[in-house]
């Protein structure tokens, strides 16, 4: 079982920034691609970004490319998700998960393990 746990949302205006963290335990996430979900009020969940196990290859909706940056840490068991110039529809919980297989993964079927989520608000 793997257990995930993410932090660092909160409120920011627009424009703003936030490092959402995803701590995982329970076994290593370093053969699994993980993934950043997110989900608005009255909205189905939605694909944000993943990672490959080896951190070589990302992808992204096209709703966050080049705002948004997942990374990874294998060594601290870690995903991490920079977000740069915040706009108030990126205001949701952002979960994170993790997959069975290593290569990079857009839909949540494919995802088995996921965090209780972290708050996301961007202000105007």
């Known amino acids: 079982q793997v257990q995930l746990v993410e932090s660092g949302g909160g409120l920011v205006q627009a424009g703003g920034s936030l490092r959402l963290s995803c701590e995982a335990s329970?076994?290593?996430?370093?053969?699994?691609?993980m993934g950043w979900f997110r989900q608005a009020p009255g909205k189905d969940r939605e694909f944000v970004a993943s990672?490959?196990?080896?951190?070589?290859?990302?992808i992204y909706a096209d709703s966050v490319k080049g705002r948004f940056t997942i990374s990874r840490d294998n060594a601290k068991n870690t995903v991490y998700l920079q977000m740069n110039s915040l706009k108030r529809e990126d205001t949701a919980v952002y979960y994170c998960?993790?997959?069975?297989?290593?290569?990079?993964?857009?839909?949540?079927?494919?995802?088995?393990?996921w965090g209780q989520g972290t708050q996301v608000t961007v202000s105007s």
């Open positions: 998960a993790a997959s069975a297989v290593g290569w990079v993964r857009s839909s949540a079927r494919e995802y088995g393990y």
């Open positions: 329970g076994r290593t996430i370093s053969g699994k691609a």
């Open positions: 990672i490959s196990y080896s951190g070589g290859s990302t």
